[in-house]
């Protein structure tokens, strides 16, 4: 059974940065989708994703503050790296994943929620001014 789990979420002042960490566990391979996504007023929005073979995806909002990454020595370790944090980046935190989603797929898909089907249980955020 393929899980999540989020790490990394706390308080912080703006201006300041974060690193949310997602540690991905039951996998029967590796090659899989993950993303990162967030709950806003207007429901869940996908911030960026990464496939297992290194490509990224990042929504337009999140490039250039956000970055997702691997863990060099762990695939199955994906981070979300947060600067200039402002605080309407408030929010629960979530990682999902498609344990089978391709390189390709993920590139276009990745940071929709429909598409993800194995989700964490979420990290809170909170940014202060």
């Known amino acids: 059974q393929v899980q999540l789990v989020e790490s990394g979420g706390g308080s912080v002042q703006a201006g300041g940065s974060l690193r949310l960490s997602c540690v991905i566990s039951?996998?029967?391979?590796?090659?899989?989708?993950l993303g990162w996504f967030r709950q806003t007023p207007k429901g869940r929005e996908g911030i960026a994703a990464s496939h297992s073979d290194g490509t990224t995806l990042y929504e337009n909002f999140a490039k250039g503050r956000f970055t997702i990454s691997q863990d060099g020595n762990d695939k199955n370790t994906v981070y979300l790296h947060m600067d200039n944090l402002k605080p309407e980046d408030s929010s629960m935190y979530s990682c999902?994943?498609?344990?089978?989603?391709?390189?390709?797929?993920?590139?276009?898909?990745?940071?929709?929620?429909?598409?993800?089907?194995?989700w964490g249980q979420g990290t809170r955020v909170t940014v202060s001014s």
């Open positions: 039951g996998l029967e391979d590796n090659n899989h989708c």
């Open positions: 999902a994943a498609d344990p089978k989603l391709s390189a390709g797929w993920c590139k276009l898909y990745g940071t929709y929620d429909t598409w993800m089907n194995v």
